[in-house]
């Protein structure tokens, strides 16, 4: 059973352009969560998604972020317009649904916003 | 919403000493506790988890308790080896209807030889 897979693991953009990021949760999983790291700081939740829902994207800036879980394909989170500062490393977890809590993370997608 | 503050921020231990981390929480409904260990430019990996219907559970060289009422709880790793020296965050969560994850803000653990 893979585990979560993130791509690309590296992305570098200027400021201006748009990032993609794209999750697939491990088999069997229907939820999907995403993280920021800034350099040594802790994980800070942004949005939580299930197909083709998302419930909770609290944590996620009101301009330029978007995510969507969509009925056949990976997750993806689309941040347009990029800035410096959202210069991160971003992390998907995905679990499998009610009841089940442990969320599995993914190896991260390191953007460099130049 | 959420708030985790964790301690300390760096720890330097003697290898084969114990390590210990704790954490404090402040929504008294949160009930779901995990702790991942974080190498330089890898995963968070899970390496143990604690329910609010149990006070202290074991995994080998690692234990977690957890004191509801003070909201706090506590990673405890024994007979620390090389390959311990990692940043550990600690989180919290409410199972029901509320899946994300607050984090600390890490403790890197250096295991000295």
């Known amino acids: 059973n893979a585990g979560v897979m993130q791509n690309p693991r590296h992305l570098v953009r200027r400021r201006g352009q748009e990032a993609r990021l794209r999750c697939s949760p491990m088999k069997g999983h229907s939820h999907v969560y995403w993280y920021r790291q800034l350099p040594e700081e802790g994980l800070k939740f942004m949005v939580y998604?299930?197909?083709?829902?998302?419930?909770?994207e609290s944590g996620m800036p009101k301009e330029r972020f978007s995510a969507e879980f969509p009925k056949e394909g990976p997750s993806i989170l689309r941040i347009q317009q990029v800035v410096r500062g959202d210069s991160a490393a971003y992390f998907c977890a995905s679990s499998p649904g009610l009841a089940t809590d442990t969320q599995y993370f993914g190896p991260g997608t390191r953007l460099t916003v130049l | 919403g959420e708030n985790v503050e964790q301690h300390p921020s760096t720890l330097s231990v003697q290898e084969g000493d114990s390590a210990v981390i704790k954490c404090t929480y402040s929504d008294s409904a949160s009930n779901y506790f995990p702790w991942y260990k974080q190498e330089l430019g890898k995963r968070p990996q899970l390496i143990i988890d604690i329910r609010s219907n149990v006070g202290e559970k074991k995994d080998q060289r690692i234990a977690v308790t957890l004191n509801k009422t003070a909201k706090h709880f506590s990673l405890h790793i024994t007979e620390t080896q090389p390959e311990d020296s990692a940043v550990y965050f600690c989180?919290?969560?409410?199972?029901?209807?509320?899946?994300?994850?607050?984090f600390g803000a890490g403790t890197t653990v250096t295991v000295r030889a």
């Open positions: 998604l299930q197909k083709e829902n998302i419930i909770d």
């Open positions: 989180a919290a969560t409410k199972v029901t209807g509320d899946y994300k994850l607050s």
